[in-house]
T-cell receptor, first 117, second 112 residues
Framework: GAGVSQSPSNKVTEKGKDVELRCDPI?????LYWYRQSLGQGLEFLIY????????KSGLPSDRFSAERTGGSVSTLTIQRTQQEDSAVYLC???????????????FGNGTRLTVT | GDSVTQMEGPVTLSEEAFLTINCTYT??????LFWYVQYPGEGLQLLLK?????DKGSNKGFEATYRKETTSFHLEKGSVQVSDSAVYFC???????????FGKGTKLSVKP
């Protein structure tokens, strides 16, 4: 079946502009995660959605970052007034159940490469 | 807070060499431990996992044992292939709601 789909695959934007990144999780997956992958920095957790619960926003680096998940499916990560340090690959992942402790692994999309000039 | 530390790369090996990628963790409670792999041009995918102490995860010839006493989950493979060239990430389930916390990744290059 279809995997996690992210769009766009690449985005180049000017400093100060807003961007929206989209994630379509695997159908039926209740958990959705956003991570940021910077060169040499590994994967930085940003935000986590589980069903209808309030999201865990503890990883968002500043108030310029926000995310929503409509209808428990598609998610959008918005970065306002982009800065050069926001340049990274933004990864979305989904899983079948709460957290990552069970037998359901995270399924990752191929990411959106954001370049802020 | 919870964290994962893995050996820095890049690691370059010849085909059929033995591989070890070290991973240690800091966590409260009893996390599950994972290795994810990212092949060139592909998304991350789960390689193996272990959910409790002394468990051994294995897949595609790779193994890792959950060592509570040394807080480690080192990845090993007895004979690597060129197709194993990828970035390997160690991770634990932690955080306030069990989200995955990743190490910085180790790039492996296997030469023929």
């Amino acid at each position: 079946g279809a995997g996690v789909s992210q769009s766009p695959s690449n985005k180049v934007t000017e400093k100060g502009k807003d961007v929206e990144l989209r994630c379509d999780p695997i159908s039926g997956h209740t958990a959705l995660y956003w991570y940021r992958q910077s060169l040499g920095q590994g994967l930085e957790f940003l935000i986590y959605f589980q069903g209808n619960s309030a999201p865990d926003k503890s990883g968002l680096p500043s108030d310029r970052f926000s995310a929503e998940r409509t209808g428990g499916s598609v998610s959008t990560l918005t970065i306002q007034r982009t800065q050069q340090e926001d340049s990274a690959v933004y990864l979305c992942a989904s899983s079948l159940e709460t957290g990552a402790r069970g037998d359901s692994p995270l399924h990752f999309g191929n990411g959106t490469r954001l370049t802020v000039t | 807070g919870d964290s994962v530390t893995q050996m820095e790369g890049p690691v370059t090996l010849s085909e059929e060499a033995f591989l070890t990628i070290n991973c240690t963790y800091t966590a409260t409670g009893y996390p599950s431990l994972f290795w994810y792999v990212q092949y060139p041009g592909e998304g991350l995918q789960l390689l193996l996992k272990a959910t409790k102490a002394d468990d051994k995860g294995s897949n595609k010839g790779f193994e890792a044992t959950y060592r509570k006493e040394t807080t480690s989950f080192h990845l090993e493979k007895g004979s690597v292939q060129v197709s194993d060239s990828a970035v390997y990430f160690c991770a634990l389930s932690g955080g306030s709601q069990g989200n995955l916390i990743f190490g910085k990744g180790t790039k492996l290059s296997v030469k023929p």
